[in-house]
């Protein structure tokens, strides 16, 4: 392995977000980009955080960044890791060895890298007392490395509704642990503004942008992970869903996820620069948020 890879990236800022909006790049935006090629994009298009998954890590390690020259890599392009993702297993039991391996690898990346919040799901159909004793050691065991638990609901998962998320977690009772809210979900499980007003702001943690065509897709699945749209390129109500957010106090950084076959066809900094632009023309629309 070398110790350095390089050269380093020459890294070129481009204003393309209002001063007062925190904007970060959700990991799946650029999904198949390499690590190294996901915080140029990042940072020519002016967001301030990223988000990784475990096989950003595996790809990075892969192409000879030592652990260390992560952490600088993203530094040096003025960028913070901000979520890590996707953890769908922690109902699970821990295996004869002890070990859950993604979520402890998103736990090892946690420390590593310093990020404050790890996001999940569930697809599993298990019974709620076991969703409810898991999910509270899963909270507590993030306590101890000082991350948030983001807890997101999906139209096709067994979390379908924002209604369910906010069951599992009112009842685990973790104080790290709230909602991540994404628009494209929100909109596809049948959420309403009226819905969101009954929101306290102390029940998010995360907001993610993203828009959806006039017409629901067949499958729902397949539509979430391949034919999502830019903020503002669909139908979805993101003024109102910001402006009702805004209205509960809710003060966030702003991500943009937005899975797309298209947009995975197109170099990365292009779809990041598309996707920053994409929000910087929603905020400034008359009427918005």
């Not at 736990?107 to 404050?116: K, S, T």
């Not at 306590?143 to 009112?170: C, N, Q, T, W």
């Not at 509960?248 to 702003?254: K, S």
Request: one cysteine or more; glycine letters at 8%.
């Amino acid at each position: 392995m070398i110790d350095t890879p390089g050269p380093w990236p020459t890294r070129r800022r481009v204003p393309v977000r209002p001063a007062a909006v925190d904007l970060h790049l959700s990991a799946m935006t650029l999904r198949y980009a390499s690590f190294s090629d996901r915080v140029v994009a990042a940072a020519a298009a002016g967001f301030s955080g990223i988000g990784l998954g475990a096989v950003d890590y595996l790809d990075a390690r892969r192409s000879e960044f030592s652990e260390e020259q992560l952490a600088d890599y993203v530094e040096r392009h003025d960028l913070r890791v901000v979520e890590l993702e996707f953890l769908t297993d922690w109902w699970r039991d821990a295996d004869v060895r002890g070990v859950r391996l993604e979520e402890d690898l998103l736990f090892y990346l946690a420390d590593l890298l310093h990020v404050p919040q790890i996001n999940v799901g569930l697809f599993a159909d298990v019974p709620f007392e076991v969703q409810q004793r898991q999910f509270r050691r899963l909270c507590t065991r993030a306590a101890d490395h000082g991350v948030r638990i983001a807890l997101e609901f999906m139209p096709y998962s067994a979390l379908p509704s924002l209604e369910k998320a906010r069951e599992l977690l009112a009842q685990a009772g973790s104080g790290n642990a709230g909602l991540m809210l994404d628009a494209w979900h929100w909109h596809r499980s049948g959420g309403t503004l009226e819905e969101l007003r009954t929101l306290s702001a102390s029940e998010v943690l995360a907001v993610q942008l993203c828009d959806a065509d006039a017409t629901p897709h067949a499958d729902l699945r397949q539509e979430g992970r391949h034919h999502r749209l830019l903020p503002g390129a669909g139908v979805v109500d993101l003024p109102g869903f910001l402006g009702v957010l805004g209205q509960i106090g809710v003060d966030l950084p702003l991500a943009v996820e937005v899975l797309s076959d298209e947009l995975d066809s197109r170099n990365p900094v292009e779809v990041a620069m598309l996707a920053a632009r994409s929000v910087t023309t929603l905020l400034s629309a008359p009427g918005a948020a």
